[in-house]
C-alpha cells in the first residue's frame, strides 16, 4: 500500500522561506510531484520530477525546488521568497510507471494521472 506523507508546512512571512517533505511508504517510483490547492480554487501542479528531469509551474520556477531523495525514500519541495499568493494546502502525489512516459512532460500537471495523494499540509504566507 502506498502512503504520502506530508510535514513542514506553516506560517511565514513573506520572503521567508520553507521545506516541504514526504514521506513515502510502498512506493519507489521516480515520478512523482506537489500540487497546492488554495481555498475555492483547483488543485494546481507546482513541481514534478520525473527520473532525472523536474517541472515547475511558472509561478513559481526559480523560487522553488523538487527534489526526490531515493535513498532516504522523500519527496522535498523547497520554497523560498514565499509570497502570499503561494497560500494553499500542498500535497505530495505519485504515480508508477511501468515504461518510460516519453509524453509525460506534457501531462505531469494533471491531478487525475495521479492515483497516489497525500493528505496535504498547510502554508500560509502573509504580507
Known amino acids: 500500500e502506498v502512503q504520502l506523507v506530508e510535514t513542514g508546512g506553516g506560517s511565514v512571512q513573506a520572503g521567508e522561506s520553507l521545506t516541504l517533505a514526504c514521506r513515502i511508504s510502498?512506493?519507489?517510483?521516480?515520478?512523482m510531484a506537489w500540487f497546492r490547492q488554495a481555498p475555492g480554487k483547483e488543485r494546481e501542479a507546482v513541481a514534478g520530477?520525473?527520473?532525472?528531469?523536474?517541472y515547475y509551474d511558472d509561478s513559481v520556477k526559480g523560487r522553488f525546488t523538487i527534489t526526490r531523495n531515493v535513498g532516504e525514500n522523500t519527496l522535498s519541495l523547497e520554497m523560498n521568497n514565499l509570497k502570499p499568493e503561494d497560500t494553499a494546502t500542498y500535497y505530495c502525489?505519485?504515480?508508477?510507471?511501468?515504461?518510460?512516459?516519453?509524453?509525460?512532460?506534457?501531462?505531469?500537471?494533471?491531478?487525475?494521472?495521479?492515483?497516489?495523494w497525500g493528505r496535504g499540509t498547510q502554508v500560509t504566507v502573509s504580507s
Open positions: 520530477v520525473y527520473g532525472s528531469t523536474t
Open positions: 510502498g512506493y519507489t517510483g521516480l515520478c
Open positions: 502525489a505519485a504515480v508508477q510507471k511501468t515504461t518510460y512516459d516519453f509524453a509525460w512532460r506534457r501531462r505531469w500537471t494533471v491531478a487525475s494521472e495521479y492515483p497516489y
